[in-house]
């Protein structure tokens, strides 16, 4: 009996003491020495940030798949990198990250192969990292079938976004310049992304001000419009933004393609400058009046905007009126409650 009671402990406490299958990832985040250990493989970097949920449901979904671990433990050297670490700066800056998480497959002298951006599910995750190892559809795939294929559009409208996701608008403007040669596929959009990426590189909107004025039927008038606010705002000139955004309004309703959502965009960015705000005021109501009923979410965001600015108006007993409209709606939502105390401070 003494032998049996011995053996149960002894198999509850290997048992309880197993742990679960994971990724293998590396304790040390210096970069040399990672790349140092690769030898011919692939390095598979997931750059992440404290506070973002699509991180976090990265880790409980898609890094717990069985399929997922056996599969990056045998072929990839995986590493974790926090880009709130200081450490890590560089890094993002070196491969342009912009948002998170987004995994890099680099190899062993830093080169990246391909990114996937944001989360994934474990089917769809596997499918991507297994593609990039067998050198798919990555950027010197691209490459390749643009020289094969040249006057397939699909391929270099893809080899673009490739250069897209890496931020790397030099690139992705010599493909474009290069569609426009040979004159091949959907030459308005070949046009509007040279122009558009002209503005960017150089941080002047005059080609996409002359966009807009001599192609106001086109589809990508409003895209224009939004990256004239766009650098406008990088550059700190308040007055010109603001003139830019009303100028998409008058467009947007001329064509009767305004939407709920850009209306709480314009109203609040008008409250963060402090300027225009009845006009502001008139908008986000009109954009509220647009929501549905049981739109909860959406309606106490807006109308915390709507509170926003009679606040900023000197409104405050109104304000807070609106404000507990958007408690009421929204009632475990602590941004709500500290809105309402800032207006009660005043």
């Not at 990246?112 to 559809?137: H, K, T």
Request: proline share 2%.
């Amino acid at each position: 009996m003494r032998k049996i009671l011995i053996l149960l402990m002894l198999l509850t406490f290997f048992s309880c003491s197993k742990k679960e299958p994971s990724i293998a990832w590396e304790k040390s985040t210096i970069f040399s020495e990672i790349l140092a250990s690769v030898g011919d493989g692939y390095v598979m970097i997931d750059f992440v940030k404290d506070g973002s949920s699509w991180c976090a449901q990265l880790d409980a979904e898609t890094f717990t798949n069985l399929e997922v671990i056996n599969y990056v433990n045998k072929n990839l050297t995986a590493v974790k990198m926090n880009a709130d670490s200081s450490a890590v700066k560089e890094l993002i800056e070196h491969y342009k990250i912009s948002g998170f998480p987004t995994i890099l497959i680099v190899n062993a002298d830093s080169t990246e192969i391909d990114r996937i951006i944001g989360y994934l599910p474990p089917e769809s995750f596997l499918n991507e990292i297994q593609r990039i190892q067998r050198g798919e559809n990555t950027i010197a795939d691209y490459i390749k079938k643009t020289t094969e294929n040249p006057n397939d559009f699909n391929l270099w409208k893809a080899l673009a976004g490739k250069y897209e996701d890496r931020g790397d608008l030099s690139s992705e403007i010599e493909v474009w310049e290069s569609v426009a040669e040979v004159s091949i596929g959907d030459q308005m959009l070949v046009k509007y992304k040279i122009v558009e990426l002209r503005a960017q590189i150089d941080q002047d909107v005059s080609g996409l001000e002359e966009f807009v004025t001599n192609n106001l039927d086109s589809e990508f008038t409003p895209y224009a419009f939004r990256n004239i606010i766009n650098i406008q705002r990088r550059k700190k000139d308040v007055e010109a933004e603001v003139r830019t955004w009303i100028n998409l309004i008058h467009y947007l309703e001329l064509k009767k393609i305004q939407t709920a959502a850009f209306y709480n965009s314009f109203a609040w960015r008008m409250s963060e400058v402090d300027k225009k705000l009845d006009l502001a005021l008139e908008k986000i109501r009109t954009g509220i009046n647009m929501l549905a009923e049981n739109d909860s979410t959406n309606l106490a965001g807006f109308m915390d905007t709507e509170a926003e600015i009679l606040w900023k108006m000197g409104n405050i007993d109104e304000a807070i009126k609106v404000i507990d409209k958007s408690i009421t709606l929204q009632p475990d939502d602590k941004y709500f409650q500290d809105q309402k105390e800032k207006f009660l401070e005043n």
